[in-house]
């Protein structure tokens, strides 16, 4: 069985009344905590320095420190997240109809803010700006990402995330099959197709409202 990440609980509990958007903000701040941070951010420890020195309290000395390293690299790999999840940013779409708000609370979430320069959006978020480009995402060319556009590409990741990718199969989850192929979309060399699609997506969905 998939593990689920998704916004039914977290930090927003309490903290904001709107449902949809609490479970939007939940949901993302779930997925950087479990995931994204704990890849960041979590480190194993470094190899010991051994002592060679041939003397029982060098080889004492030496079985504490390997014990003491396998102890917190097992403390590290425990914590890791599981390889397969699915990224429920929204409640699950009943026939085609998303939940703007959720999908918001998720965009809001995943960039601080309503909208970020796309130099810096792509400083921010790409591997690099000799090979990849967020200007498909832009989507009314006024040289920023809002919340409205962003959104185009998660519902990008979800549809990818599909066995049969479609606009009509988006549900409100995502994997990482999905969120790799968005990155894949963000080559400038699949920028011609990237436009097409986040377009299609964008205007699909009225997400101009969510700007």
């Not at 102890?71 to 009943?94: F, G, I, V, W």
């Not at 810096?120 to 090979?131: D, G, H, W």
């Not at 894949?184 to 969905?205: P, V």
Request: aromatic share 10%; charged share 25%; no cysteine.
């Amino acid at each position: 069985m998939t593990f689920e990440i998704n916004g039914a609980n977290g930090v927003y509990d309490n903290k904001i009344t709107d449902e949809s958007i609490r479970y939007g903000r939940n949901a993302a701040d779930n997925h950087k905590e479990l995931v994204v941070s704990t890849l960041v951010d979590g480190a194993t420890s470094v190899a010991p320095m051994l002592d060679y020195s041939p003397t029982a309290e060098a080889f004492q000395n030496n079985i504490n420190k390997l014990e003491k390293f396998a102890d917190e690299n097992d403390t590290y790999l425990n914590s890791l997240p599981p390889l397969q999840y699915e990224y429920r940013y929204m409640p699950k779409a009943d026939n085609g109809n998303i939940d703007k708000k959720a999908l918001l609370g998720a965009a809001y979430e995943e960039m601080g803010r309503n909208y970020i320069p796309v130099k810096k959006f792509e400083e921010s978020y790409l591997p690099n700006t000799q090979e990849y480009t967020a200007a498909p995402l832009d989507i009314d060319k006024d040289g920023n990402i809002d919340t409205g556009e962003y959104s185009a590409s998660m519902l990008a990741a979800d549809m990818f995330s599909k066995p049969n990718p479609s606009i009509s199969a988006i549900d409100g989850s995502m994997n990482s099959k999905g969120m790799d192929m968005v990155m894949e979309y963000a080559r400038k060399s699949n920028a011609e197709a990237a436009t097409k699609l986040y377009s299609q997506i964008y205007n699909k969905f009225n997400l101009n409202e969510l700007a």
